[in-house]
């Protein structure tokens, strides 16, 4: 054998070893989502997380246009506001050298002659562009389509009155019997679309394989072209790395997103091998010449550097209004109280319980409140009554813990509730299917229709609630009220459930002292967890806790209290040196985030000898619900004339309502320390607070849990909002009025296209300006710093935020004062440097 054809040989074969390894880094490069049951916060950037962003602004951009930043014109508004100056330009100007603006003369100069409207800039053409071209047919609407008519029946959770596609074989199999039956494309003028894919090799791999060798995409550049093959179904694609994501938390291996890459990659080439006649092989050379040239562009065009610079200096103007608000709170010793407190109130970090602890601590200065992720530190799988499976109760970064069943204390009245649950669930399932039938939607629901007259006038007034809390729906009002946790460990036909004891007391340790929370308990300790109140919103379960995997935080509260009250817990924390007095009471807490009203449970089965505390804090909680709804009016330019406690609640059962809260819009910072730090400062309902004090921490255990856990929960939180402003068309879930529920899982804007992810407009957007900002997330950490260099170097994935610009770390000192911002590889700045570097 020559040596030409040897190496030919080898290189074919090399080739061929490559391709699927640049398949699994562009499916790597894709962020997971949650369907609407769960929708969690995520990072739509998480692919590029090793990626310094500006990096990554400049790659999106050539993949599709993707924009990470506003236009021009909102960050001149800016300027021209005061709300970013000089000195926050300057400084994002000599923090990137790699610009070439030397001043800030020069860069305000090549701002004044940018032009209004600046041309795209190149992108990478797929073959269906290139078609397009040629044909003048948009092929890349069909291509997406095609794909979501098949994805939507493929993974229907149960909208859908009969399955279309066999869900029960993999993606690409089932993928596959659907294109080959299909006459969409062909009539849409692709002769011989079908053929082609029925000529394909069963296995996935080897059917990608093949079509790759049709479509001759450069080795070199190959990752690059199927990363934008997966952004063009970019939702699609997203909801199936979701399903990789899952099984990798479970330590399994899963290549589903990988699969659904073979039915793109398979479909593009049938495209090309269709359209064979129009000769499309030297216009696909272009655009394959092309996407070399792309990748090996480092740097971005120059009117999106200037886009980068004027981000920058936006965030900067927010990092230093947020080291400003510290250093204007007026010195005080106020450590911990040390008179006992009559009540500390543990609510979730979130930004909207800012608000509320504020306004709580107003009511008595005998209220303290502490700041924790929402599932209490209880990662537990729930099971509601009349459910046959448990739901995960905890961050989607980690796997829930042992089973625990929702149950009542009378068996009795619990059978009752569960055969009530199931009957309404099969009722509703019949009447679902009477609804939608060949011949009933036609002869019965007219007359049907007239007996919902009634209900459709008080729904549309507000006097009514359009449909039952999902919570609420087959219990009596007593039942409702009777629920309980079962934390006694059993084993049935659903399997195991329930915690052991000493499971329970690891729990009860890890939680309180994780909290700080170990000595000076109060008479009564609150949980209260939170949920949204909503009506006719997909979206709903993004308003409820992230921290519980887009459920509310009701179950962890209970099970949390239920622990903490046991004597027997309580006997073994004693010997963990954690004393909860006899006289200390946990009670289970909800938030409802829409109308801000807190419900108290079980307070039946609490002993007379704390009812006056009780009934102080019933009126605790009620006065700082209506200081907090007050506060929130405004926002939603509530007339003053206008009852605002009417107007608040109305919204919340209010069918039309397209903003029934802003949810997390509006966040941008992350502060862990003592609460006596922020106490005392109007945050504006945008920071995370967190609880923490480094001196109880003697091996920093704790704040490695905080910035590994809750600190990246919170970036996520955070880029997701900023996402969804920056570029709602593509990571965000466009307009809210348009949408239409899909397989029960996401939403399609209109009757079709792509499905959408994040954030619908109308949640960072009034419709006159918007309300959440895109200010990239600012931590600042109450710790010695070489605690926090360790964990970063011991954990590269959140050295990696800190050292590519997904968030701002910065350093707090006793005082309560921000001195010290994080500047990459573990490295420290003063933060006064900042204000000599404006004055020189």
Avoid at 682 to 691: I, Q, V
Wanted: charged share 25%; hydrophobic share 35%.
């Amino acid at each position: 054998m020559s040596e030409d054809l040897k190496t030919a040989q080898k290189n074919s074969k090399n080739k061929k070893e490559s391709r699927p390894a640049s398949m699994q880094k562009a499916c790597k490069k894709i962020a997971p989502l949650w369907s609407l049951e769960n929708f969690v916060a995520v990072n739509p950037y998480l692919g590029f997380a090793e990626t310094p962003f500006k990096d990554a602004a400049h790659r999106l951009s050539q993949l599709g246009n993707i924009e990470m930043t506003l236009p021009v014109s909102f960050y001149q508004n800016a300027i021209r506001n005061g709300d970013i100056e000089d000195r926050d330009l300057e400084k994002a100007i000599t923090d990137d050298p790699d610009t070439g603006f030397q001043t800030l003369g020069k860069f305000l100069q090549a701002l004044d002659e940018m032009e209004p409207a600046v041309e795209p800039s190149p992108t990478v053409d797929l073959v269906m562009d290139v078609a397009a071209e040629v044909t003048g047919k948009n092929w890349s609407s069909l291509f997406v389509d095609c794909m979501t008519s098949w994805a939507a029946a493929y993974f229907d959770e149960g909208q859908a009155l009969w399955m279309t596609t066999d869900n029960h074989s993999d993606i690409f199999t089932a993928w596959r019997v659907e294109a080959e039956m299909d006459p969409t494309p062909e009539i849409m003028g692709l002769k011989g679309f079908r053929s082609h894919i029925q000529k394909l090799p069963d296995d996935p791999i080897k059917a990608a394989l093949h079509s790759l060798d049709v479509l001759k995409v450069p080795e070199e550049s190959l990752e690059f072209y199927l990363h934008g093959l997966l952004l063009r179904i970019g939702g699609w694609s997203s909801y199936v790395a979701r399903f990789d994501w899952d099984a990798n938390l479970e330590g399994k291996e899963a290549n589903h997103l990988q699969l659904f890459l073979c039915n793109l990659i398979c479909w593009e080439a049938a495209l090309y091998q269709s359209l064979e006649s129009i000769n499309l092989k030297n216009l696909w050379e272009k655009a394959k010449g092309k996407l070399n040239e792309l990748q090996q562009q480092e740097r971005p065009e120059r009117h999106q550097q200037i886009k980068l610079i004027l981000q920058q200096a936006f965030d900067n103007a927010c990092e230093r209004s947020l080291i400003e608000r510290f250093r204007q709170k007026p010195q005080q010793e106020h450590i911990r109280q040390k008179e006992r407190a009559d009540v500390q109130a543990i609510f979730c970090i979130d930004v909207r319980s800012e608000v509320f602890r504020r306004n709580f601590e107003m009511t008595s200065p005998t209220v303290e409140t502490i700041g924790f992720a929402g599932f209490f530190g209880f990662p537990i799988s729930f099971q509601p009554i009349g459910h046959g499976e448990g739901q995960p109760q905890c961050p989607v970064l980690i796997s829930p813990g042992p089973k625990v069943k929702e149950s009542m204390e009378d068996s009795r009245e619990y059978e009752q509730a569960v055969s009530a649950r199931k009957l309404r669930r099969q009722l509703m399932k019949a009447w679902k299917s009477f609804k939608l039938g060949a011949i009933a939607c036609f002869s019965f629901m007219g007359p049907v229709g007239l007996a919902y007259l009634f209900k459709m006038f008080t729904d549309a007034f507000g006097i009514s609630r359009p449909v039952k809390n999902p919570d609420r729906a087959g219990f009596t009002k007593q039942q409702f009220e009777r629920r309980d946790v079962l934390l006694s460990t059993e084993h049935d036909e659903t399997g195991s459930s329930g915690i052991p004891m000493k499971e329970q007391v690891e729990m009860a340790k890890g939680a309180l002292k994780a909290m700080s929370l170990t000595d000076n308990f109060a008479r009564i300790v609150l949980i209260a967890g939170h949920g949204s109140n909503t009506v006719n919103n997909p979206h709903a379960s993004g308003l409820d806790c992230g921290a519980c995997g887009g459920r509310t935080g009701e179950a962890n509260a209970k099970v949390a209290a239920r622990i903490l009250n046991d004597p027997e817990v309580r006997g073994h924390l004693k010997h963990e040196g954690i004393r909860i007095p006899d006289d200390t009471l946990f009670i289970a807490a909800l938030h409802d985030t829409t109308t801000d009203q807190v419900t108290l449970f079980n307070t039946n089965q609490i002993d007379k000898t704390h009812q006056h505390d009780l009934e102080n804090l019933k009126t605790w909680l009620k006065e700082a619900g209506r200081a907090t709804r007050t506060e929130r009016a405004s926002r939603f330019k509530i007339n003053k004339d206008e009852d605002v406690e009417k107007a608040i609640f109305r919204r919340s059962k209010d069918w039309s309502q397209v903003r029934p809260e802003w949810g997390l819009a509006g966040c941008n910072a992350f502060i862990v320390a003592p609460r006596e730090r922020t106490a005392n400062i109007d945050l504006g309902g945008k920071s995370f607070l967190h609880n923490y004090d480094w001196k109880q921490d003697e091996d920093f255990s704790v704040l490695e849990l905080i910035m590994t856990a809750p600190m990246v929960v919170t970036s996520w939180i955070n880029l997701q909002y900023y996402a969804s402003t920056v570029d709602n068309k593509t990571f965000g879930s466009g307009n809210k009025t348009l949408h239409n529920v899909t397989g029960g899982i996401g939403v399609l804007e209109g009757y079709g296209g792509d499905l959408r992810t994040g954030l619908p407009w109308q949640s960072v957007h009034d419709g006159d300006r918007y309300q959440h900002l895109p200010q990239r997330l600012n931590v600042v950490i109450e710790a010695p710093i070489h605690a926090m260099n360790a964990i970063l170097e011991n954990h590269p994935s959140v050295k990696n935020l800190c050292d590519n610009g997904w968030l701002n770390l910065l350093a707090m000192d006793e005082d309560g004062q921000i001195r010290k911002r994080y500047a990459g590889d573990r490295k420290w700045k003063a933060v006064e440097e900042f204000k000599m570097e404006m004055m020189t």
